[in-house]
């Protein structure tokens, strides 16, 4: 049985698309020694599993963390090592917002030893469980898995100007075949919206880790501007003005893309 954290779903399609960054549930006893309870959920891919929610439908299996990334981030590399080198980002217990805010309170900051537990408890049962999954379609032939995510449209620190609608990620062509990438690009080039291959995001810790090709392993990861479907931040980014609230009619436009988008993927899965 899995924790109450984790939610698994399985279906039947050649797909399993990760949530690992929606969480928003910050432990008790790691919440006094952050600044605040907004600036340790600030980060969160908002609402974006209620985006994608249309998915049962398709047979898709779902895997997601209800932790917040800002007590362990499921998609960085448990080494330590930088997924960016030379730019900024967070690191797997993050210390600091997107924006470069403190996250603990001085002196509050998790230890090495801390960082393991939280390995542990939450990093390594969310990949065992997205493992599991994958091994588990992998058996009737080959799969792909999408891993979800979005942002602000901009965010100074880590990327000039606004960031592309659409943002897919195959770490320069070694997480996929380049089939699933064209056939993503497709899907997003006939929106009419902005897409990029490879551009500020090249694909997290998850997309390289899991995605090999030559086994019939396909990773791929999406990064949304969540323009899509939400209001961006107006000005300052503040407690007052974010998140700002899903938007259902601004968000159906999105979902009909997401839907063709994730067809394709599960359509080369089925022709691989």
């Not at 930088?82 to 730019?87: A, E, K, Q, T």
């Not at 990327?159 to 690009?185: H, K, R």
Request: aromatic share 8%; proline share 8%; with cysteine.
């Amino acid at each position: 049985m899995n924790p109450d954290w984790l939610t698994v779903v399985e279906g039947d399609a050649p797909l399993i698309v990760a949530f690992p960054h929606t969480g928003t549930d910050i432990p008790a006893d790691i919440e006094p020694r952050m600044v605040s309870p907004w600036l340790a959920r600030k980060d969160a891919d908002w609402w974006v599993d209620r985006l994608y929610d249309f998915i049962g439908e398709m047979g898709v299996t779902t895997v997601r963390t209800g932790v917040s990334r800002s007590v362990i981030d499921v998609n960085r590399d448990p080494s330590g090592a930088s997924l960016y080198p030379g730019m900024a980002t967070t690191g797997l217990c993050p210390v600091e917002t997107f924006d470069g805010e403190p996250l603990y309170r001085p002196g509050e900051e998790p230890d090495q030893a801390e960082i393991d537990r939280r390995r542990a408890t939450w990093f390594d049962p969310y990949h065992d469980a997205l493992t599991a999954q994958i091994e588990r379609l992998r058996a009737n032939g080959p799969v792909v898995l999408y891993d979800a995510h979005s942002i602000r449209s901009v965010v100074p620190r880590l990327f000039d100007g606004e960031l592309p609608q659409f943002n897919i990620g195959d770490n320069g062509g070694v997480t996929c075949a380049p089939e699933l990438s064209q056939a993503v690009e497709a899907a997003c080039a006939v929106t009419g919206w902005t897409h990029v291959l490879n551009g500020r995001f090249k694909g997290g810790w998850t997309t390289r880790h899991y995605g090999r090709p030559a086994e019939g392993i396909h990773a791929i990861q999406m990064e949304l501007a969540d323009r899509g479907y939400m209001l961006d931040p107006d000005g300052e980014v503040s407690e007052a003005n974010w998140p700002s609230p899903y938007e259902p009619a601004r968000a159906e436009t999105m979902r009909g893309h997401l839907r063709a988008i994730l067809t394709a993927c599960a359509d080369f899965a089925r022709k691989a």
